[in-house]
T-cell receptor
């Protein structure tokens, strides 16, 4: 079973629309970390946010916001007033706690391709 | 500038011709890892290393080798590449503590004919 599920394979919006990218994760650890990465058309992976399992506060950074809900094992990402430059593939990832061989392992979802049309 | 570098960035080769993709980081990170990215599959871990001389298999290690002789370098070796190893490869590094952010290299696009 996948540890991280991004059910939306592709999303298309028109500029200035708000868009939410879903991420659902699965873990038995009580300590874990969640990440979002952006992969623009140029191909590099850009780190966006890291959140630990003990911090359920939502976070806002400019037009980006993240909603972490342990009750539903979700860590959703919202872009407000989307722009063409937001077009990219977005990956959600999970890192589990301190157990020996899994230390540092990063499990990625399959990504959501976001296209923002002008 | 703190960074992870990979070389080459693009490579076309033929089946069976051994190749090495280098990865180097200048952040004194203990943890390094290789991933491959394929359409519709996201990123999958190939091998990782928690420190010098310590390596372990990830989810898709078949057909790959790695070594970690120095802290900063973590080369990926394809002894006998096959077309199914055509992919986009990323190297990443981080400090060796739980939940540390992994920083990724720019990627290497490999085509095996």
């Amino acid at each position: 079973a996948q540890k991280v599920t991004q059910a939306q394979t592709e999303i298309s919006v028109v500029e200035k629309e708000d868009v939410t990218l879903d991420c659902v994760y699965e873990t038995r650890d009580t300590t874990y970390y969640l990440f979002w990465y952006k992969q623009p058309p140029s191909g590099e992976l850009v780190f966006l946010i890291r959140r630990n399992s003990f911090d359920e506060q939502n976070e806002i950074s400019g037009r980006y916001s993240w909603n972490f809900q342990k009750s539903t094992s979700s860590f959703n990402f919202t872009i407000t007033a989307s722009q063409v430059v937001d077009s990219a593939v977005y990956f959600c990832a999970l890192s589990e706690g301190n157990r020996g061989s899994t230390l540092g392992r990063l499990y990625f979802g399959r990504g959501t391709q976001l296209t923002v049309w002008p | 500038e703190a960074q992870v570098t990979q070389n080459p960035r693009y490579l076309i080769t033929v089946t069976g011709k051994k190749l090495t993709v280098t990865c180097s980081q200048n952040m004194n990170h203990e943890y390094m890892s290789w991933y491959r990215q394929d359409p519709g599959l996201g990123l999958r871990q190939i091998y990782y290393s928690m420190n010098v001389e310590v390596t372990d298999k990830g989810d898709v290690p078949e057909g790959y080798k790695v070594s970690r002789k120095e802290k900063r370098n973590f080369p990926l070796i394809l002894e006998s590449p096959s077309p199914n190893q055509t992919s986009l490869y990323f190297c990443a590094s981080s400090f060796r503590t739980s939940g540390e952010t992994q920083y990724f290299g720019p990627g290497t696009r490999l085509l095996v004919l």
